[in-house]
């Protein structure tokens, strides 16, 4: 661990206390959240049995609230059984039957609405056509889905029958599906022909053909839904439309009852090193944080709509959109397209036209739309918005004026909401009828979250705006349950340090005078592009695996739209480009790793030289690397260099 990125340089005292009017309107008074945090820090344990008992609808009640025999492979309600799929969508039949669940935009600007009832009949419908394609309870199941209304239906109908679905986002490319597939041991793949986005058609039939083509022997069949119409191929003993696979099922399906054990789902998400990590979540603790943060952050009441924007392919739509909202009855909106598209007002009017009153995104998306203007807001009638969110990195001050100024209208209180894939929902957050927040920081943990801030020895930092690693010392019901097939990998990755007691988040933070949390960057070698994460070694890998590459580092550069953009030194097999550019090489390079990942791994620049900059012990000097995509002044020693004269090269100035 090194501590040299962990110093803190941000000064912020705006302070922004909820207003009197989202007081009254809020579910949550501060008496019962003092209640929440008082009942946590006794007896955690019995605390969060307790919400799972009013929570869930148990088919059979957890007797052990939580077996930590095997730490740190925790596992909550062991005893217990449910079906996630009948905890979003039966027990809301008896009182929101006819409530909408899903409001549907495709990106033309098509609308549909989707009430409970018919969300059910679609879900079971789905459920029994897999069942008739030989899905049975812990079989895994891969969808590759436009963000469309069927992508829920898939995800909750696999968790209806017990069936383990693993998401992969609609822009990954044949090869990261592949690798999906073949980790997963996937016995089906659901796609759709393509999707629409921007107006443009996105193959996914085609793509996902290429990645079966190139092994994938598990995949037995594969599902598609006809949602562009173009022409694909289909593959007569593999492929079915998923039409003709809900042909003759019936509506009803009685749910599996499984262990609140049992895997929902495997997101994959990227490390530092080696292939991203399928991590795996439960059923039951996973349901239960998705359903309290929806009530402490999102303060989610019936008559709200409730719009998160992230895609099924990443955890946020995971526990934002297909199972948090669902199972607290809310209704949601699904948009099919890009911020953008037609122009970049598309967002506020949605916002408008389905009185969404509860709005949560990306503060990347947040930085591209301040950049279009502010008349596209102005001219949109935002007065039902009432609680802003923000997720995927810190959000900087400047653009948390202007989501609150312009889009909040000063009346919506925003909630910056820290967490990971590996935590399945939020854990340093706001409860925006309580907490005064502060432009940048996440604020602080939530009931039941003993979250900190410690030393390399595990000592915890108390004085105020130290940097340190953020860890989570005591285990939570949503938190990952272990990496797919590699419980090394989970338990060296997220328990490394301080004797395997405390999570490992792999970010640095400080706390301020207040205790407020401020994330200040990774700890490791990952990216932040876009909200996402990206291991620098995954696109080394894919830069080196082409033929005319030789070696590779990739380093991340702060951009102000993505947060980083992704900047990569090559060293080629062949003669360096005269003057260390060369256009056309840079787009077959970038076009190269958009086939081996996705477009979101796309080097935004390159740089040629002769060799990269290493120690003497041979390890490439990452932090020159970044001092240098910066454009900043080198006052590192760089007499360790093996060959000096490259360092004009990687500035670009030879
Ligand atoms: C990493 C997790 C959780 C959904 C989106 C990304 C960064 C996330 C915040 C925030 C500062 C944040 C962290 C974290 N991050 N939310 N509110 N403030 N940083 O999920 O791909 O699992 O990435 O995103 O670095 O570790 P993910």
Redesign the pocket.
């Known amino acids: 661990m090194s501590q040299d990125n962990i110093q803190s340089t941000l000064h912020e005292d705006r302070r922004f206390p909820p207003s009197t009017d989202f007081i009254n309107g809020s579910a949550l008074s501060s008496s019962k959240v003092n209640e929440l945090n008082l009942k946590s820090k006794g007896d955690n344990q019995e605390f969060w049995a307790q919400q799972a008992r009013t929570e869930i609808d148990w088919h059979t009640p957890f007797e052990t609230t939580l077996d930590s025999s095997n730490a740190p492979f925790y596992r909550w309600f062991p005893d217990g059984q449910l079906n996630a799929s009948y905890n979003c969508l039966d027990r809301q039949l008896e009182k929101n039957a006819d409530k909408t669940a899903i409001i549907f935009e495709g990106d033309a600007g098509d609308v549909q609405h989707i009430t409970y009832r018919e969300l059910h009949a679609q879900v079971c419908t789905f459920a029994n056509a897999l069942k008739a394609q030989g899905i049975a309870q812990g079989d895994r199941v891969i969808i590759y889905m436009p963000m469309i209304s069927e992508a829920v239906i898939a995800m909750q109908a696999c968790a209806r029958i017990g069936a383990i679905h693993s998401v992969v986002f609609g822009g990954f490319s044949a090869s990261s599906l592949k690798d999906r597939i073949e980790d997963t041991q996937a016995k089906m793949v659901i796609t759709a022909d393509g999707g629409h986005r921007g107006g443009k058609v996105i193959e996914l039939k085609s793509t996902t053909d290429s990645a079966l083509n190139a092994g994938c022997d598990s995949v037995k069949s594969v599902i598609v839904f006809k949602r562009t119409g173009h022409d694909i191929s289909m593959q007569a003993d593999r492929d079915i439309w998923w039409a003709d696979a809900e042909k003759g099922q019936t509506s009803e399906c009685e749910p599996t009852w499984v262990d609140a054990t049992h895997p929902l789902f495997l997101l994959y ?2 490390g530092s090193t080696g292939k991203p990590k399928g991590i795996q979540h439960s059923t039951g603790g996973y349901l239960l944080n998705a359903i309290t943060t929806m009530r402490w952050v999102f303060d989610i009441q019936n008559s709200d709509v409730f719009w998160c924007t ?1 895609d099924v392919g ?3 739509g995971h526990t934002y959109v297909a199972y948090g909202p669902l199972a607290t009855g809310a209704t949601i909106v699904i948009f099919e397209g890009v911020p953008t598209y037609p122009d970049a007002g598309r967002f506020w009017d949605m916002c408008e036209r389905h009185s969404v009153s509860i709005f949560y995104t ?1 503060p990347t998306a947040i930085r591209a739309l301040i950049k279009q203007g502010d008349d596209y807001p102005n001219s949109h009638d935002l007065s039902k918005l009432r609680l802003l969110g ?6 900087n001050p400047e653009a948390w004026m202007w989501y609150h100024t312009v889009i909040g209208k000063e009346r919506c209180p925003i909630v ?8 399945g929902a939020h854990m ?2 706001p409860v925006p009828s309580v907490t005064v927040t502060k432009p940048g920081s ?1 604020t602080l943990a939530l009931p039941g979250i003993d979250a900190a801030i410690v030393n390399q020895e595990g000592e915890e930092i108390t004085t105020a705006n130290e940097g340190g690693y953020l860890v989570i010392r005591k285990p939570w019901p949503s938190m990952i349950q272990t990496v797919w097939g590699d419980d090394q990998r989970y338990k060296d990755t997220y328990w490394p340090y301080f004797d395997g007691k405390f999570y490992l ?3 640095s933070a400080r706390r301020d005078e207040d205790g407020y949390f401020w ?1 200040m ?2 700890i490791d070698d ?1 990216l ?1 592009v876009s ?3 990206l291991g620098t070694m995954e696109i080394e890998s894919a830069l080196v695996a082409n033929s005319l590459v030789a070696e590779a580092a990739v380093v991340g550069k702060p951009h102000d739209v993505k947060g980083e953009s992704v900047f990569a030194y090559v060293v080629l097999k062949g003669e360096r480009p005269e003057g260390g550019v060369d256009n056309e090489l840079t787009q077959t390079l970038r076009a190269w790793v958009g086939e081996q990942i996705g477009a979101i791994a796309k080097p935004d620049e390159i740089r040629y030289a002769d060799n990269l900059p290493k120690t003497r012990s041979g390890k490439i000097m990452r932090r020159l690397l970044r001092t240098i995509a910066k454009g900043e002044e080198i006052t590192s020693d760089t007499s360790t260099l093996e060959n000096e004269s490259i360092l004009p090269q990687l500035q670009g100035k030879a």
Request: with cysteine; hydrophobic share 35%.
């Open positions: 998400t990227s992230a990443w955890i946020t990306a923000t997720v995927g990195e810190p959000i910056d909401t820290w967490w990971q894939t590996e935590t340093l957050a996440c988040a792999g970010d994330i960057g990774r990952v932040n909200g996402h994460r």
